[in-house]
Structure formats: structure tokens, C-alpha cells
């Protein structure tokens, strides 16, 4: 009790080194968490996109469809391939005409004009472009049409997000931990009478420590709940305006509820550790007598 007690009163007592450190670690937080949940969105937009994404792979048109049939074992033993399904010249062609305004027109075109194919569905579209080399090598193979821009542009957009998310939250944790280890380091500079009786009365250094790791951890909490609160409702506010711009009908986003507990518990702990962190260098240094 005394060491809570003696943490909450130089809190109050340094008001505005204390709502300093808050802030510091409210903005690294809200930093670091709003990078990191871009990172999440694209890699779930990155997952879907590789749930539905495929691509073509032409059979040599001197093949008989039991030849081409006989292809689909050889594709579904190469990595990467989650998938792989044979369309018959005719199902092309039907599939064709339905896609067309003007069906009349095409019902006269030979099946040959098509070819037998599969579509290959992929287990990760980063491997794609390797996965598509692979497949051009099966013997009986003529070709294959794969579109990977949009998927290179996804894992592109989450490589750059996660690693801005890091650099920033190393910055910023730095700066939290200095802002609020000179917090400590002038609480303790104006209680160095009181520290020094402690001492002489063979308080151990933890005692004395008790109360500033107390003020820091206190000061880490509540800089990670009020930087939760904050985090949830920029999410939603940007959610809402997705939705209203019918953003959302083209692209998803992972709601707020599925990750709170976990957003709650990094944040947390972040603050913690940067509250308790910032405090033990300042005493630290300081008892070093």
C-alpha cells in the first residue's frame, strides 16, 4: 500500500510530466496499432484474394481429353497448388457464349476453337509467378494466363505497412521510455532526501524502488486503455465512411470486435513494459551509488 500509494501522489504531483508520458505512449500505441491493422486488413484482403484466385493452364490442343484428363494428378503434386479443376472444350465454349450479349452469334463456332484447361487454384499467391513456371514445364502444357498484379500490389501494400509498423513502433517505444524515465529521474531528483533516510535506515533497493516502478506502470496502463478507447473509435469512424463510400463492396475489412481482445492485450502489455521499462533505468541509474 505504500508503494501504490507513494506512486499515485508523485504522479499527481509531476501532473505534467506525467500527462507527457500519457501522451507519448497514447501516439506510439495509435501509431503502432493503426500500421498494424492495415497490415491485418491487406492480409486479409491478401487471403481472400488467394481463396478465389487461380489461374488458367492450356492443354496442347493435340491432346484427346483422356490424354488431358490424365495432366490433372501431374498438377496437383506440384507445391503450392491447393486445387485443380479440367474444363472440357465444350464447357469453355458454353462458358464463353454465356458471358456474351450476343450468344446467336457464337453457336456455330467449332469446339475446337477452344481448348481443354484446367484452373489451378494456388495455396499461396506469393508463390504464384513460381507456381506458374511450374506448371508450363508438365509435359502436355501449352500455356497459361495468370493475372498477378492486383496480388503482387496486396502483398507489396502489407510488406510496406508491417515494416513501417516496426520502424515507428521502435522509434516511438524509445521516445515513451526516455519521456518517461526522466519523469521518474526528476521525481527522484526531488525526493532525494527522503531516498537517502530510506537508505540509512536499510531500505533495499527494491523498496525504494517500489514506488516509481508503481508510478510507471500505472502511467503505461493508462496510456494503453485510453489509447484502445482511441484506437476503436478511429476504426470505426474510418469503417462507417468505407461503408457509406461503398468502399466496402469491393474490399472487406476485419471488424474491431474479432481482434479487440487481442488489440487490448498488446496494448496493455506494450504499456506496461514501456511504463515499468522507463522507470527501472531512471531509479536504476540512479541508486547506483
Known sequence: MYHIRDGFRSIFTHGLMSFASVCMILACLLIMGSFSLVAVNVGHMLQELEDENEFLAFVDENYTEDEARALQSRLESITNVSEVTFTT?????????????????????????????????????????????????????????ASMEIANGFVMLRNVASGVAIIMIVVLVVVSVFIISNTVRIATFTRREEIAVLRMCGASNWFIRGPFLVEGVILGLTGGIIAYVAQWGIYRLIQNSMENSGILDIISAVPFSNMALVILAVFLGVGFSIGAGGSAIAIGKFLKI
Open 89 to 145: 472444350r465444350m464447357e469453355a465454349k458454353s462458358n464463353f457464349i454465356g458471358t456474351q450479349e450476343n450468344q446467336n452469334m457464337f453457336t456455330d463456332v467449332p469446339n475446337e476453337t477452344f481448348r481443354d484447361r484446367f484452373h489451378v487454384h494456388v495455396v499461396d499467391i506469393e508463390q504464384m509467378e513460381d507456381t506458374v513456371e511450374q506448371v508450363k514445364q508438365v509435359p502436355g502444357i501449352a500455356d497459361t494466363k
